[in-house]
């Protein structure tokens, strides 16, 4: 299935575009997304999107179909045809 994927910032960066679809197998979720990307991106995408423990992003705001994943179930929601996933650094500070 093919799932739009954009992007802003200094992720856009790490991915090398702000905007592409990525092909995936049918029941993947949006962990199985992230995991796809950094063994593409490797350690750059890696960087700026996980926490050292790695899996949750902590550093990423994780958008589906214009709702945050967080409020509607999490990484373990299963993609579709055609969503789209809208990936935001999380900006902090005072």
């Not at 350690?43 to 999107?49: G, H, K, L, M, N």
């Not at 990423?60 to 650094?89: F, M, Q, T, W, Y």
Request: aromatic share 6%; hydrophobic share 45%; charged share 25%.
């Amino acid at each position: 299935m093919k799932i739009q994927l954009r992007s802003a910032t200094y992720i856009a960066k790490a991915l090398n575009c702000r905007q592409t679809f990525v092909d995936l197998p049918e029941q993947a979720t949006l962990l199985d997304l992230l995991q796809e990307l950094t063994r593409r991106h490797g350690q750059e995408f890696a960087e700026v999107a996980y926490a050292d423990e790695g899996y949750p992003p902590e550093k990423l705001a994780v958008l589906l179909n214009g709702s945050s994943a967080a409020a509607i179930g999490g990484l373990d929601i299963k993609l579709k045809e055609g969503d789209d996933v809208l990936l935001l650094p999380i900006i902090s500070g005072g």
